[in-house]
């Protein structure tokens, strides 16, 4: 967790007005301290810079691969070699662009449940997620048992 900035806690508070409500009802599991508020700040302002820093990336990577599609007929003396390759390459962007969405939406699946008052609430099961895995894994929506579960399937 970092320290927040006075522009963090203000973006925090902006995005989350009553926070300081909804941490008191975020669940803990046996033998944890309660959520602080100051916890649930430092965790919603590194979700929000997470989410920020996805999108530039995002954006970027989208860039990136218009670019690679829209130059993918050039070079009609190209020998097989090159032709796997850009297309070897546009996989690759392709990829890219798909984890990083999939982050954004994890994260701003995150933030949403903040915002619902839902955070650290287990939503296959309903039991508390634990302090430890979100303090890792901001993004976990389940708790450490119900994700083995659906690992397994």
Same mark, same amino acid.
């Given at each position: 967790?970092?320290? #927040? ?7 925090? =508070?902006? =995005? ?7 941490? +008191? ?5 046996? *033998? ?9 700040? $430092? ?6 810079? $997470? +989410? ?10 989208? $860039? ?8 993918? *007929?050039? *070079? ?19 990829? #890219? ?19 619902? *008052? ?12 634990? +302090? ?12 450490? $048992?119900? +994700? ?6």
């Amino acid at each position: 967790m970092t320290r #927040l900035t006075t522009a963090a806690r203000s973006a925090v =508070r902006d =995005r989350f007005p009553n926070l300081a409500k909804d941490v +008191k009802s975020f669940p803990v599991r046996d *033998g944890e301290e309660p959520w602080t508020l100051r916890e649930a700040e $430092e965790l919603a302002a590194d979700l929000l810079s $997470e +989410k920020e820093r996805l999108e530039g990336e995002l954006a970027t990577a989208d $860039e990136e691969l218009s670019n690679l599609l829209r130059h993918s *007929g050039d *070079g009609a003396g190209d020998d097989q070699a090159d032709s796997g390759s850009s297309a070897l390459e546009r996989e690759q962007e392709l990829t #890219l662009v798909n984890n990083v969405r999939d982050l954004l939406a994890q994260t701003s699946h995150a933030l949403d449940r903040i915002a619902a *008052g839902t955070y650290a609430t287990c939503e296959e099961t309903g039991l508390p997620i634990g +302090k430890a895995r979100l303090q890792a894994f901001p993004r976990a929506n389940l708790s450490v $048992e119900a +994700k083995q579960r659906a690992e397994r399937r």
